[in-house]
């Protein structure tokens, strides 16, 4: 699913309308409501060989009105299904965190925190086979930013597409990607670049920015800010597939950045019904690695408690199976260290520019000498 045709208002309110019909006809037959999804842990995600990402298994959980806390969880899928319609009909749009207080008013159905908010979009994307976009819901966070000498076409609030360079037409601060990147609300033009960098931190950003790395480099600098937002990943995925350009994640080395880069490249596992469309399973991990700490002699910290935890469980992760990322894991835990990116910061501001991305761009799994 490299591409997709946004849902007409029409298709995405009679799916919404679908979901409460089939509750009322079991009700019609004496029958409680129901709704099946399928189970959403790592336990239930395995590699889809034909998509080349991770995608939930076969193991399903059926909520019914049996019980006290599926039935309210219906009930909810009633509030929010007619929230989306009035919004749709409305031309309006949401923010996940309005839509939690919104519930306040729904009495039964309230949410009592922000992730059952967020679980249950989520839920009524898998059962209505619509994204959250179609539903006029956004996330609260801003997605990523972008420097570099490519060309985009973005529609404005009053229906006219504005033609925007991210080299030329942005300051410092780049080019901000809106919540929504498909076709109808964005267009990629145009581009001159080799290649697309996701950096993890807002200082490694910016201090490559200041480097002019992306004009020396003949690529686009991506802020993931931490855990990419979905239209993060999706742009990401534009990029790779429809000019063609090599994806390199540059992170810390600890266990919560290997999963930044896995949500790129396989898919996050609470959005593994959608990995086929937002990840880029051709992105490459270029660093920090944990052979880097030791062959820059790199600055490093302990490895917490946390961090162990999340490296061992990370070892039966199905994201992390392969030598790579298992040998990663080991030497991580044996050496009971980890690194940031601005470490490389020891040997100056200019090192990491004019040294380390150099090297590692040339190594012969990267291929990507400049």
Known sequence: MSSKEQKSKEEVIQALQNVASEMHDNMVKGKPPTMTLPVRTKGNISFNQKLGVYKYGNKKTVRDATSLGSARQLLRSLHVGEFIEEMIDGGKSSTLR??????????????????????????????????????????????????????????????????????????????????????????????????????????????????????????????????????TRRIMRRM??????????????????????????????????????????????????????????????????QDIGALEAERSDPRFQDDYWQGEISTMLKMGKKAEQQALARYGLDYVTDTYLPEKLAEPEIGLPY
């Open 98 to 231: 309005e839509m939690y207080y919104i519930s306040e008013g729904w009495g039964n159905g309230k949410f009592h925190s922000q992730n059952e908010s967020n679980n249950l979009a989520e839920d009524l994307e898998i059962v209505t086979k619509c994204l959250r976009e179609d539903f006029r819901l956004r996330p609260e966070e801003d997605g990523a930013r972008i420097i570099g000498n490519v060309t985009f076409e973005e529609l404005n609030r009053r229906g006219e597409w504005m033609r925007i360079n991210c080299r030329d037409d942005v300051g410092d601060s780049g080019y901000g990607v809106p919540y929504n990147v498909e076709l109808e609300k964005l267009r990629l033009v145009d581009e001159d670049i080799d290649f697309v960098m996701a950096i993890e931190t807002g200082g490694m950003f910016d201090r490559l920015i200041e480097n002019g790395f992306d004009e020396e480099a003949r690529c686009a600098l991506i802020h993931l800010k931490g855990q990419p937002a979905r239209s």
């Open 240 to 305: 790779s597939d429809e000019w063609g350009k090599p994806v390199v994640v540059f992170a810390d080395c600890d266990p919560w950045s290997f999963r930044i880069y896995a949500s790129i490249a396989y898919g996050a596992i609470k959005t593994a019904h959608i990995s086929e469309y937002l990840a880029t399973r051709s992105a490459m991990y270029l660093g920090i690695t944990a052979g880097d700490i030791e062959h820059y002699k790199l600055p490093s910290d302990d490895l917490s408690k």
